[in-house]
């Protein structure tokens, strides 16, 4: 198992449209797995697999206190949603910006698991927003795409200001250790 490395917006490799996952190999194996440690030490509550630059229709999550209910859901399709509220929400590519999304609050999935069959399920509430959310990452989607041009223009300055203070920061410490006296 292995941590992959999260791209953060505006990256443009999250606009990237996800392709159909067509082969259910010890590969795709090893991919879950990597998603599902990534999502875990993030920590997050899901994670696409477009957030780590593999763009299949891929996404795992777990919503539960435990951190014991891995959920993995491939080619997602809803083939029914009802209800409408607002949730807070956040997104490991969107680092320290939350607000609030209009979601379904139930809908009916059909996916394939890990191993290929396919299943249809309910989903209501919190795992029922995200779930969206996740399946917007394979659309090239984010959630701040939903606010206004200006509230993302101020986002994504305030991620560029703290990305060139942690540069900075990281110049200064290899500086410090390449001076061998
Ligand atoms: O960790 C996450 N929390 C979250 C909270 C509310 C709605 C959606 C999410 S998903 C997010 C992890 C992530 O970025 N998944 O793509
Ligand atoms: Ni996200």
């Known amino acids: 198992m292995a941590l992959r490395s999260i791209l953060e917006y505006p990256d443009p490799r999250l606009r990237t449209r996800a392709q159909t996952v067509t082969t259910f190999d010890a590969a795709l194996g090893t991919l879950i797995d990597d998603l599902l440690e990534t999502m875990y030490a993030a920590p997050g509550i899901g994670l696409a697999a477009t957030q780590v630059d593999v763009h299949q229709r891929l996404v795992v999550i777990d919503v539960s206190d435990e951190r014991n209910a891995p959920l993995v859901i491939i080619n997602p399709e809803i083939i029914e949603r009802e209800g409408e509220a607002k949730t807070e929400e956040g997104c490991l590519s969107v680092p320290g910006i939350f607000d609030e999304i209009k979601r379904a609050t139930r ?6 698991d890990r191993a290929g069959q396919v299943n249809e ?3 209501t509430d919190l795992l029922a927003v995200c779930i969206q959310h996740e399946m917007d990452h394979l659309e ?3 959630f701040v795409d939903y606010l206004s041009q200006m509230k993302r223009e101020r986002i994504r300055k305030k991620l560029d200001k703290e990305r060139r203070e942690r540069t900075a ?7 410090g250790a390449r001076r061998a006296y």
């Open 140 to 142: 090239g989607k984010l």
């Open 121 to 123: 399920s309910e989903y």
């Open 169 to 175: 920061e990281a110049a200064r410490g290899a500086g």
């Open 107 to 112: 809908i009916r999935l059909r996916s394939h």
